[in-house]
C-alpha cells in the first residue's frame, strides 16, 4: 500500500486522512496547529462531524494515522490548507505556497502532488513551478506538455457538505485535472481506490475553474432568493410562501433565502474568478454583493426594532453558517451578532445547540450570554431567527407570538397549501 502525506489537518484534510486510513493506507497528517495534532493523535477530531471519532479512532488505534507537525516522505501528498481572500477580494494563496515549501525536501522521483484547495485557475502550476524551483534535481511537469517527469502534480478539488463529509467523501463524483494526461491518470489511481462515484480526469486549469463554477452558481442562485426576501419585505409578503407556490412551476427551483453565505466555499471562490475577470465576471459579482449585503439588511432590521426598547434584550437563535453544522466560519449570522454588539446598549443572548462556547472575541468586548431555547424565549423583547437547525423547528412558535420577531430562517412561516390556497 501507498504512503500518503496529508497537508492540512482541518475540515477537508481531516475526513480524508481518517477515510484513506481506513482503506489500508499508511496515512501521515502535518499540520502546524500543535493542539490539532495532539488532538488527533489521542482519536479526537478538533471538530464536529457525524461519525469522524469512530473513524479516526479506529485510524490512531490500528497505527494507520498518525499526525506530526512536520511532513514525512510519501508517495502521494495532499494539500488541503485553507485558500481565503485578502484585502480587496485577492486570493490569498500563502497557505498553499507555506504547504509547498513544507513539503519540498521529502519529495523523491515517484511523488504525486494532489492539490485539493479551492485554487484560482492556474494555482496548480503554481505549485508545479515552486517545487520545481526548490528541488531542481527533480524533474516536474509543464502544463499540457508531454515529458519524462519524475513528480506528478493535479488538482482535484474537495466536494463534501459539511455534515454529510464521511459519505461524500465515497460516493460524490470526482473531478481530476493533471498538469500532463499522466498527471490525471496517477492522482486518478488514488482516488479509485476508495471513491464510489465517478471520476472524470481533464487538464488542471478546467478542474480549477469547475469548482469555482460550482460555487458561483450556487451563490447566484441564493442571491435571487435573498433579493426575493428583501424585496417582499418591502412589498408585504411571506417569501417562503411565495417561493414555495412559485417552485410549484415544473421548472421553477428557487432556494431558499437566510441571512446571507457562509463557509470557506461560497462566501470565497466567486471572487476567484471576479478577480481573473473583472469587466466580464459582472452577474458573479453582483450575488456577491447582493449576498454579503443580506448579514447588514438583518442587522439594521433587528436595531429598527431595537430603538422601540429602553433597554433592549436581543436573543439570536443561531450563529453558524448553515442549518446543523457547528462551524461559524464566515458566518453571516455570527456577523449579525458581532455588529449587535459592537451597535452597544444591547442585551444580546445567542442560543445554538450546535455550538459549546462562544468566540473568545465576542464575550470579551460585549453583553453577550449562551443560553437555552426558553431562557432566550422568556427574556427578549426581541426574537431573531437566523439560522434553522432542525431542534428550532420543534419549537412551539405559538409561544413566541407576544414576542417582536424577526425570522431570517423562515421558521415561523406557514405552508402555502393552506385552506383557502386552492390547488388546481
Same mark, same amino acid.
Given at each position: 500500500?501507498?504512503?500518503?502525506?496529508?497537508?492540512?489537518l482541518?475540515?477537508?484534510?481531516? =475526513?480524508t486522512a481518517?477515510?484513506?486510513?481506513?482503506?489500508?493506507?499508511?496515512?501521515?497528517?502535518?499540520d502546524?496547529?500543535?493542539?490539532?495534532?495532539?488532538?488527533?493523535?489521542?482519536?479526537? =477530531?478538533?471538530?464536529?462531524?457525524?461519525?469522524?471519532?469512530?473513524?479516526?479512532?479506529?485510524?490512531?488505534?490500528?497505527?494507520?494515522?498518525?499526525?506530526?507537525?512536520?511532513?514525512?516522505?510519501? +508517495?502521494?501528498?495532499?494539500?488541503?490548507?485553507?485558500?481565503?481572500?485578502?484585502d480587496? @477580494?485577492k486570493?490569498?494563496?500563502?497557505?498553499?505556497?507555506?504547504?509547498?515549501?513544507?513539503?519540498?525536501?521529502?519529495?523523491?522521483?515517484?511523488?504525486?502532488i494532489?492539490?485539493? $484547495?479551492?485554487s484560482?485557475?492556474?494555482?496548480?502550476?503554481?505549485v508545479?513551478s515552486?517545487?520545481a524551483?526548490?528541488?531542481? +534535481?527533480?524533474?516536474?511537469?509543464?502544463?499540457?506538455?508531454? $515529458? /519524462?517527469?519524475?513528480?506528478?502534480?493535479?488538482?482535484?478539488?474537495?466536494?463534501?457538505?459539511?455534515?454529510?463529509?464521511?459519505?461524500?467523501?465515497? $460516493?460524490?463524483?470526482?473531478?481530476?485535472?493533471?498538469?500532463?494526461?499522466?498527471?490525471?491518470?496517477?492522482?486518478?489511481?488514488?482516488?479509485?481506490?476508495?471513491?464510489?462515484?465517478?471520476?472524470?480526469?481533464?487538464?488542471?486549469?478546467?478542474?480549477?475553474?469547475?469548482?469555482?463554477?460550482?460555487?458561483?452558481?450556487?451563490?447566484?442562485?441564493?442571491?435571487?432568493?435573498n433579493?426575493?426576501?428583501?424585496?417582499?419585505?418591502?412589498?408585504?409578503? /411571506?417569501?417562503?410562501?411565495? &417561493?414555495?407556490?412559485?417552485?410549484?412551476?415544473?421548472r421553477?427551483?428557487i432556494?431558499?433565502?437566510?441571512?446571507?453565505?457562509?463557509?470557506?466555499?461560497?462566501?470565497?471562490?466567486?471572487?476567484?474568478?471576479?478577480?481573473?475577470?473583472?469587466?466580464?465576471?459582472?452577474?458573479?459579482?453582483?450575488a456577491?454583493?447582493?449576498?454579503?449585503?443580506?448579514?447588514?439588511?438583518?442587522?439594521?432590521?433587528?436595531?429598527?426594532?431595537?430603538?422601540?426598547? @429602553?433597554?433592549?434584550?436581543?436573543?439570536?437563535?443561531?450563529?453558524?453558517? @448553515?442549518?446543523?453544522?457547528?462551524?461559524?466560519?464566515?458566518?453571516?449570522?455570527?456577523?449579525?451578532?458581532?455588529?449587535? &454588539?459592537?451597535?452597544?446598549? &444591547?442585551?444580546?443572548?445567542?442560543? +445554538?445547540?450546535?455550538?459549546?462556547?462562544?468566540?473568545?472575541?465576542?464575550?470579551?468586548?460585549?453583553d453577550?450570554?449562551?443560553?437555552?431555547? /426558553?431562557?432566550?424565549?422568556?427574556?427578549?423583547? &426581541?426574537?431573531?431567527?437566523?439560522v434553522?437547525?432542525?431542534?428550532?423547528?420543534?419549537?412551539?412558535?405559538?409561544?413566541?407570538?407576544?414576542k417582536?420577531?424577526? /425570522?431570517?430562517?423562515?421558521?415561523?412561516?406557514?405552508?402555502?397549501?393552506?385552506?383557502?390556497?386552492?390547488?388546481?
Open positions: 500500500m501507498s504512503t500518503i502525506c496529508v497537508v492540512g482541518g475540515y477537508i484534510g481531516l =475526513p481518517a477515510m484513506l486510513a481506513s482503506r489500508g493506507f499508511d496515512v501521515i497528517g502535518y502546524v496547529n500543535e493542539r490539532a495534532v495532539e488532538s488527533i493523535n489521542a482519536g479526537k =477530531p478538533h471538530f464536529y462531524e457525524p461519525d469522524l471519532q469512530m473513524l479516526l479512532s479506529a485510524a490512531v488505534s490500528t497505527g494507520r494515522l498518525r499526525a506530526y507537525t512536520r511532513p514525512s516522505e510519501a +508517495d502521494y501528498f495532499i494539500i488541503a490548507v485553507p485558500t481565503p481572500f485578502r480587496g @477580494k486570493p490569498d494563496l500563502s497557505y498553499v505556497e507555506a504547504a509547498c515549501d513544507a513539503i519540498a525536501p521529502y519529495l523523491q522521483a515517484g511523488s504525486t494532489i492539490l485539493e $484547495s479551492t484560482p485557475v492556474g494555482t496548480t502550476e503554481m508545479a515552486r517545487l524551483d526548490a528541488r531542481p +534535481d527533480l524533474i516536474f511537469p509543464r502544463y499540457k506538455e508531454a $515529458s /519524462d517527469a519524475q513528480i506528478a502534480v493535479a488538482h482535484c478539488p474537495e466536494r463534501i457538505l459539511p455534515g454529510q463529509m464521511l459519505r461524500e467523501l465515497v $460516493s460524490n463524483d470526482r473531478i481530476i485535472g493533471g498538469i500532463t494526461e499522466n498527471c490525471s491518470q496517477r492522482a486518478c489511481a488514488l482516488y479509485e481506490s476508495f471513491v464510489t462515484g465517478r471520476i472524470f480526469t481533464t487538464d488542471a486549469r478546467t478542474a480549477e475553474f469547475v469548482k469555482l463554477i460550482e460555487n458561483a452558481y450556487r451563490d447566484v442562485n441564493i442571491a435571487f432568493a433579493e426575493l426576501s428583501m424585496i417582499c419585505d418591502r412589498i408585504g409578503v /411571506d417569501v417562503w410562501r411565495a &417561493i414555495e407556490l412559485a417552485n410549484k412551476h415544473p421553477v427551483s432556494l431558499q433565502p437566510g441571512t446571507g453565505v457562509g463557509g470557506h466555499c461560497i462566501a470565497v471562490d466567486p471572487w476567484f474568478i471576479v478577480d481573473a475577470a473583472p469587466d466580464d465576471a459582472r452577474l458573479i459579482k453582483t456577491r454583493e447582493v449576498n454579503e449585503r443580506k448579514p447588514d439588511y438583518v442587522f439594521q432590521r433587528v436595531i429598527s426594532l431595537a430603538d422601540r426598547f @429602553k433597554n433592549p434584550v436581543v436573543s439570536c437563535y443561531g450563529i453558524t453558517y @448553515k442549518p446543523d453544522v457547528d462551524d461559524l466560519r464566515e458566518s453571516p449570522s455570527l456577523e449579525i451578532v458581532r455588529r449587535l &454588539i459592537q451597535h452597544g446598549g &444591547i442585551r444580546v443572548l445567542v442560543c +445554538d445547540p450546535l455550538v459549546k462556547h462562544l468566540p473568545s472575541e465576542l464575550t470579551s468586548h460585549g453577550l450570554h449562551l443560553v437555552d431555547a /426558553d431562557t432566550a424565549r422568556q427574556e427578549a423583547d &426581541i426574537v431573531a431567527f437566523l434553522g437547525h432542525k431542534p428550532f423547528k420543534r419549537l412551539e412558535f405559538n409561544r413566541y407570538l407576544h417582536v420577531v424577526v /425570522d431570517a430562517a423562515g421558521l415561523m412561516s406557514k405552508p402555502a397549501d393552506l385552506p383557502g390556497v386552492s390547488a388546481r
